[in-house]
């Protein structure tokens, strides 16, 4: 596949403490050193905290580097499909820790000691999780359990260990997304968050602040936005103190003014508008690969991701090829016959799930697509992979990898039978099809982790949770970079959004000034 220039992708970049920050030297030096410790107190559970772009993966990937470097065999998972595709040899926490779906106060995970994946963790000198923030605090207990089992540490008691021991680092930020809690409000979703665990007693915070994403020389970016820098205004949003107004009586004031600079009007329809200013000079450029790996455009729900990719597939040139799921549906109920009767296959294939593909998927080379499911993570086939499609067979669709730690690898997608059990339904919904579609557009809670020359926030309805507007806008390395376009509820542009921030999701973390503090007493100590 020589013919195609695969991008120069910064996650790809093998990073080693000389390039690290002060901050970041720091937090590498502390972990480290405590992991090195033969203390009794030694300290064994890590969170790394810090806004987006201040280099947590690139800190990350500097400790695993130098690890595996010492041969010390190094665990790292991330909560997400896409974020493990940014880390060498990641893969999601739930497949390789084995954390069951359905999950309550005394789960653990489905790892049976003397296996090989138990040893694994027996071996693992460091364990990383990225983006710890989006799992629910039952999977960490779930896993604490595990771990406390496999390593003969008692779960209660004095003699208790986080993680029976093992030492964790996580990292995240609580002002990105925090976990889906289906059919829930804010209550729940702060409720599940890792803060409120009584893990979270047992941990060392190291606190990261420089954000190393936006690039604090670029003209653009020293432009005034509401008084601020650029990277000031995206942490104000994170952190929720940017002022906002309410438009209705009874509703909270959290609506925000965003400035002209990054705003687009629309002339004409708003997909048309939106498309045309990110994906510019398309037609002479939809099969480059670069072109399609540094751009975006991000939107709160599946509905407008689905209408945008509609919209750029029709201007790309030649036919494509369509591809129908085979449907059908499994049931234990004693009246399966009528279930069946009433469930016929014309309406199985009308039914849409997120997360999972379409019956009818249209497809034609050089499009980018994303893979919804964990395939193969050993060769970078995670739940959240984009691809530029090169092939369209019967039986497989072949594509090359855009961004990650596996840019520029050419792989094979197959037909997978996918089990949909929705609440909905009184059947289990058994689709076969290829895992995919098409990314021209993603929602806000995918593009999480990315980080993109070029994104268009496309709002025709606000954001609906924690953290979607910030991780919206801190994509990009660059205010030019960044465009928002906002339509109100009248069908009229707006400059005014909602940006929703749980304070109580970020309370916890209020003192962390004061836990760095003690993380930089300890190092001085320890060195
Ligand atoms: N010390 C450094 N020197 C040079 N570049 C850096 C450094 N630290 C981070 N970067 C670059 O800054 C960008 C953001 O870093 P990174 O993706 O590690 O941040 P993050 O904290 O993981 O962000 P997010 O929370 O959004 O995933 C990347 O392009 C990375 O290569």
């Not at 041969?71 to 991330?78: I, Q, T």
């Not at 048309?272 to 729900?301: C, G, K």
């Not at 407008?304 to 750029?312: D, G, L, R, S």
């Not at 369209?392 to 090359?400: A, E, K, T």
Request: aromatic letters at 10%.
């Amino acid at each position: 596949m020589s013919t195609f220039t695969i991008p120069e992708d910064a996650s790809t970049v093998q990073p080693n403490v000389a390039d690290l920050n002060a901050q970041q030297a720091l937090a590498y030096h502390s972990v480290l050193a405590f992991v090195n410790s033969s203390s009794a107190e030694r300290q064994n559970f890590f969170f790394l905290y810090g806004h987006g772009g201040t280099g947590k993966t690139f800190l990350y990937k500097a400790l695993v580097a130098h690890l595996k470097e010492l041969g010390k065999v190094v665990l790292v998972v991330a909560s997400s499909g896409i974020a493990a595709t940014l880390l060498p040899n990641a893969s999601t926490a739930h497949s390789r820790f084995k954390i069951p779906l359905e999950i309550d106060h005394t789960s653990s995970c489905n790892i049976r000691k003397g296996t090989p994946l138990a040893q694994s963790i027996v071996d693992a000198y460091l364990i990383v999780w990225d983006e710890a923030p989006m799992v629910h605090r039952l999977s960490f207990e779930a896993v604490d359990r595990a771990f406390c089992d496999i390593m003969n540490v008692p779960f209660t008691g004095v003699h208790y260990k986080p993680f029976g021991g093992k030492t964790v680092l996580l990292g995240g930020d609580f002002r990105q997304t925090l976990p889906i809690v289906p059919d829930s409000g804010k209550e729940e979703s702060v409720d599940s968050s890792l803060t409120r665990s009584y893990l979270w007693n047992s941990c060392m915070v190291l606190h990261l602040s420089e954000n190393m994403r936006v690039d604090s020389s670029s003209a653009n970016n020293q432009l005034d936005f509401h008084g601020m820098n650029f990277g000031r205004w995206t942490l104000s949003i994170g952190n929720g103190t940017m002022p906002a107004r309410s438009f209705k009586e009874n509703q909270p004031a959290d609506w925000v003014e965003i400035p002209e600079a990054l705003l687009i009007q629309t002339v004409g329809s708003p997909v048309q508008t939106m498309a045309t200013e990110i994906y510019t000079d398309f037609q002479q450029r939809y099969h480059n690969i670069s072109y399609l790996t540094e751009r975006s455009i991000i939107t709160p729900t599946n509905r407008n991701v689905t209408e945008i990719n509609a919209h750029m597939l029709a201007l790309v040139p030649g036919t494509g090829r369509s591809y129908y799921s085979s449907d059908t549906l499994h049931t234990d109920a004693a009246d399966s016959y009528r279930i069946e009767a009433e469930y016929p296959t014309e309406f199985l294939n009308g039914l849409s799930f997120n997360g999972y593909p379409e019956h009818n998927i249209e497809l034609k080379v050089f499009t980018p697509v994303m893979l919804l499911r964990n395939l193969n993570p050993a060769i970078g086939l995670c739940n959240g992979t984009r691809l530029m499609v090169i092939y369209l067979g019967h039986y497989v669709i072949r594509g090359i990898i855009m961004g990650g730690t596996f840019s520029g690898k050419t792989v094979a997608i197959p037909r997978i039978v996918l089990n949909i059990n929705d609440h909905r339904w009184p059947f289990v919904l058994k689709r076969r099809q290829f895992p995919v579609r098409l990314c021209y557009a993603m929602t806000i809670n995918k593009s999480q982790g990315q980080t993109l020359q070029s994104v268009g926030v496309y709002l025709p309805k606000p954001v609906f949770s924690h953290g979607q507007l910030y991780v919206a806008v801190s994509r990009v390395r660059s205010a030019s970079g960044l465009r928002l376009l906002i339509i109100n509820e009248d069908g009229i542009p707006s400059k005014y959004t909602r940006n929703i921030v749980y304070q109580e999701a970020l309370a916890d973390l209020l003192d962390i000034a004061d836990v760095a503090q003690v993380c930089l007493v300890f190092h001085n100590f320890l060195f």
